[in-house]
């Protein structure tokens, strides 16, 4: 699997839009960038994938580079319940068996 | 939407003894299922992979002998935490798809058991 780099931390205000980065620079032309996240003590939550489009969901926007290379997850207006571990992971099409990173711890302030 | 439930979500339990946690697709049939080790501060750490009707694939490092797993059915997987030891508490986490469409199914999550060995 490609691996992805994200920053270990962000904060965000609440109300404003939260821009997640994520470089995953060696991925391949098969492999789908999925978003998930996990709120504390709870079970990793699917967000939204893509393979070369921007994608858009009632959730969140994604947001990938022409080149593939990274790509942006996007909340639109953060709340404090987005406050969670967020985690940018490739996989081939089909492909079940993921591995995660460290992913990016996001603070949402009041 | 699918779902993955996950049973118990919280069990303490005494050094020695065994520890059964379920994972089951609630609205969906599920081949494959993996099991997932989270440490406090940590990420989650991939344990194995239950395949229906065969044997698990266990990753490097995790003992078969310890962590049981059958996958009797095409919805119910079981890790069985044998002889548990204090270093074995964790928050363990089970993750199915249902088969892929043409966008490519996402991974669904249990919600996940915090197991404290006293």
């Known amino acids: 699997d490609a691996k992805t780099t994200q920053p270990p931390s962000m904060d965000c205000a609440e109300g404003r839009a939260a821009n997640l980065p994520c470089n995953h620079s060696?991925?391949?032309?098969?492999?789908?960038v999925y978003w998930y996240r996990q709120i504390h003590s709870q079970g990793p939550q699917y967000i939204i994938h893509g393979l070369k489009n921007n994608e858009t969901n009632e959730m969140a926007s994604l947001i990938i580079t022409e080149d593939r290379k990274s790509s942006t997850l996007i909340l639109p207006h953060a709340t404090l319940r987005d406050t969670a571990v967020y985690y940018c992971?490739?996989?081939?099409?089909?492909?079940?068996?993921?591995?995660f990173g460290t992913g990016t711890k996001l603070q949402v302030i009041p | 939407g699918a779902v993955v439930s996950q049973h118990p979500s919280r069990v303490i339990c005494k050094s020695g003894t065994s520890v059964k946690i379920e994972c089951r697709s609630l609205d969906f049939q599920a081949t494959t299922m993996f099991w997932y080790r989270q440490f406090p501060k940590q990420s989650l750490m991939l344990m194995a992979t239950s395949n229906e009707g065969s044997k698990a694939t266990y990753e490097q490092g995790v003992e078969k002998d310890k962590f049981l797993i059958n996958h009797a059915s095409l919805t119910l997987s079981t890790l069985t935490v044998t002889s548990a030891h204090p270093e074995d508490s964790s928050f363990y986490i089970c993750?199915?798809?249902?088969?892929?469409?043409?966008?490519?199914?996402?991974?669904?999550f249990g919600n996940g058991t915090r197991l404290t060995v006293t």
């Open positions: 993750s199915a798809t249902p088969p892929s469409g043409p966008n490519n199914s996402p991974l669904h």
């Open positions: 060696t991925i391949s032309g098969n492999e789908y």
């Open positions: 992971i490739v996989v081939p099409g089909g492909y079940q068996k993921v591995t």
